[in-house]
């Protein structure tokens, strides 16, 4: 029978919708028991810093590793050595880290929107709280003469003083009625110079009267929407300021006195450029070398020290006296986004690139699959994969970038989606391991995992589902940055090409995918690349796609109301299933008819389902499982109470479930 139109598929799905029905419950305590697997994944993840003085007022480079919590380290530019490492109860991480000129540390972080201090001498830091109730993310901070802390917010724009001796904060209010970010920030002389998200616009903000300039785009910018400024830094009466992401991108120059855009410095890798050396010139990393500026002639002179890999950028950098042979004198130092310490002594021209001793963190799962004996698991914003045995726990793990999927294919190779530029990656787990744009193997070794597709031309930014079918590997995807509408994309291993239809379902983004002979079935959801643009519609789908007819089959609304249908599956009886926020819901999959649908949670946090042999299993609430036994009229059962983010099947017959960084097994009993 040929599938029906999707206009009346979705008549009939509305006609033929069960009312949801309340779930059932074993008696006593359910029955399935978790293992821990361990923690899989751990690196270090540098963003925020600065160098000043350290503990004993020895110059320090300062960072914050990104972990739960975050730590603030103080590492000696000699030799790499930790002089200080102090949590910051609450944080998950930081972009922000700035002294004041009487040495005392500032750190605004992320997740919680606190600032936290540490005084010379201290040892633990103070929390200062929320500067401002409503404001989540501290995005960058910068202090004036008097140690008056500055910081730019999300998720409303805003700018705040603390002041460094009373503690008072003056809210600024919102510095673009339709930015929400605050990227970057930066001070001078009075007045406070920001950049936004996702916009890429400039303001100059009177520190005393509160007024804000919106200042003139530099004019090779282009259109700003959709550019962010990801980096700001004033030195010297210039105002520096990147345009683009983590990655290369074109740095500005603003003359605060002459207010007029002076420079374009091409190719600049940011974070951070260092301040001004006695001659008035400063280092940055720019087309993958460090290079010395000098804003009075726009020149760039290289220092022959280069640097590898997709991530080349200072996430702290100034000067030092090193007293070594080979570095007399000041001495260029920062650091890199793994902790190694860089640096460079402008006499002698020496420079190396080692690794401190930044303690590593436990890096939170993002992602969970299984694979045949393996269990595969992708880190969140360190990023990272590892290749857990679920038997022993014994675990591989490479440093790779964000991981948003994996999926072991039938032919043993391991389909990576990752974060940024929703790129899909192919990796043989009998081979070496070697990532040149992260985690280099032995010399002479072959890439792998290789890059098969990057979906950044088709304004996607993260490979958010994968399944195989029909040979090919269907990717689910989220947008870049403030848009709507994800792709569902085709990479053929065999030919090298990718096929890509973007708005599959219109301004809804791909959250989950399985697959049925030659048909796909997506999960859709209502939000965009940022989350910040207003959705135009008002619940998520799920949707059936002809593979090789290359058309959408039916499109349905299986919750109304319910922005995500976070994850869909196929039981054992051939029923399709999916889960959107407390409800898990049957479809027919020839025309997407809602057979059953139960209402089992509380919230609407998003959750994954799966199937095995002898049931589908569903997370709700993100701390219960439900078995549903097959059989149509199946209601489900309570299968175990635990905390988890990620739930997958490993084996066939195992549930393998996350929660923060760590790993737990389920052995179903039969």
Same mark, same amino acid.
């Given at each position: ?18 009312? @949801?029905?309340?779930? &059932?419950?074993?008696?006593?305590? @359910? ?10 994944? +751990? ?13 004993? *007022? ?61 005084? /010379? ?9 929320? @500067? ?24 409303? =724009?805003?700018? #705040? ?32 110079? &920001? ?32 550019? +962010? ?20 991108? /074109? ?43 000098? /804003? ?7 220092? *022959? ?13 100034? #000067? ?43 890096? %939170? ?13 992708? *880190? ?6 590892? !290749? &857990?045995? @679920?038997?022993? =726990? ?11 999927? $994996?999926? %072991? ?8 989606? $990752? ?48 399944? %195989? ?25 065999? +030919? ?79 029923? !399709?299933? *999916? ?5 898990? #819901? ?54 175990? %109470? ?29």
């Amino acid at each position: 029978m040929r599938p029906f139109r999707p206009l009346l598929a979705a008549v009939l799905a509305a006609a033929l919708v069960i009312a @949801p029905t309340a779930p &059932t419950t074993a008696a006593g305590p @359910p029955y399935a028991a978790a293992v821990s697997l361990g923690v899989p994944l +751990s690196d270090v993840l540098l963003i925020g810093g600065t160098v000043a003085p350290g503990p004993g *007022g020895k110059t320090a480079i300062w960072n914050v590793s990104t972990g739960g919590p975050a730590y603030l380290n103080a590492i000696d530019p000699v030799n790499g050595n930790s002089l200080l490492s102090t949590p910051l109860p609450g944080a998950e991480g930081s972009y922000a880290v700035a002294a004041t000129p009487t040495g005392t540390i500032y750190v605004g972080t992320y997740n919680n929107g606190h600032l936290y201090r540490l005084r /010379p001498g201290a040892t633990t830091v103070e929390d200062l709280g929320r @500067p401002i109730a409503t404001e989540t993310f501290v995005w960058r901070i910068t202090t004036d003469e008097q140690g008056n802390v500055y910081g730019g917010t999300y998720p409303n =724009g805003k700018v #705040f003083r603390y002041d460094d001796k009373t503690g008072a904060i003056r809210d600024y209010g919102r510095v673009l009625a339709d930015q929400t970010y605050v990227k970057s920030i930066g001070y001078a002389n009075g007045k406070v110079y &920001t950049g936004s998200l996702p916009d890429a616009r400039f303001t100059e903000l009177d520190t005393t009267t509160g007024a804000i300039t919106e200042l003139p785009p530099p004019p090779n910018l282009g259109d700003p929407k959709g550019k +962010s400024v990801y980096d700001l830094n004033v030195r010297g009466g210039r105002v520096y300021v990147r345009v683009g992401t983590a990655f290369p991108g /074109p740095m500005y120059v603003w003359d605060i006195a002459s207010r007029a855009w002076v420079d374009e410095i091409p190719t600049a890798h940011g974070l951070d450029i260092s301040p001004l050396d006695p001659d008035g010139k400063l280092y940055m990393i720019q087309a993958g070398e460090l290079k010395k500026y000098d /804003p009075a002639t726009k020149t760039l002179t290289g220092t *022959g020290l280069t640097f590898t890999g997709r991530i080349q950028n200072a996430r702290a950098i100034g #000067f030092a006296d090193l007293g070594l042979p080979d570095y007399p004198g000041t001495s260029v130092v920062g650091t890199l986004w793994r902790g190694e310490e860089f640096r460079y002594n402008p006499q002698t021209g020496k420079s190396e690139i080692f690794q401190t001793q930044v303690r590593r963190e436990p890096i %939170e799962i993002l992602s969970v699959s299984g694979g045949a004996k393996t269990v595969y698991t992708g *880190g969140y914003l360190n990023g990272g994969i590892s !290749l &857990t045995d @679920p038997k022993t =726990g014994k675990t591989t793990f490479n440093r790779f970038s964000q991981t948003e999927a $994996t999926l %072991e294919a039938s032919d043993g190779k391991v389909w990576i989606g $990752t974060y940024p530029e929703a790129r899909l990656y192919s990796y043989d787990p009998r081979l070496t391991w070697n990532s040149s744009e992260y985690s280099p193997g032995p010399p002479g070794t072959p890439e792998n995992p290789v890059l098969a597709v990057n979906l950044k031309p088709q304004v996607q930014m993260r490979a958010r589902a994968l399944v %195989e079918v029909n040979g090919q590997i269907a990717v689910g995807t989220v947008p870049d940055g403030d848009r709507l509408g994800g792709a569902l994309a085709f990479y053929d291993p065999r +030919s090298g090409v990718t096929t890509t239809y973007r708005n599959v379902v219109q301004d809804e983004s791909v959250f989950g995918l399985t697959a049925r002979q030659g048909i796909v079935y997506g999960g859709t959801s209502i939000t965009g690349g940022l989350g910040t643009t207003k959705p135009t519609r008002e619940s998520g789908t799920v949707f059936a796609w002809d593979v090789a007819g290359k058309r959408k089959l039916w499109e349905t609304v299986p919750v109304a109301k319910a922005a995500t249908v976070s994850s869909v599956t196929f039981g054992p009886d051939g029923t !399709l299933w *999916g889960v959107a926020g407390k409800t898990v #819901f049957a479809l027919d999959p020839r025309y997407g008819t809602v057979l059953k649908s139960y209402v089992l949670g509380t919230t609407t946090q998003t959750g994954d389902i799966v199937a095995t042999r002898d049931g589908v299993y569903v997370s709700i609430d993100l701390n219960k499982i439900y078995r549903i036994a097959p059989g149509r009229w199946q209601t489900p059962q309570l299968y175990l %109470e635990h905390p988890h983010k990620r739930l997958a099947v490993q084996g066939g017959q195992r549930l393998v479930f996350s929660n923060g960084p760590e790993l737990f097994r389920v052995d179903i009993k039969r």
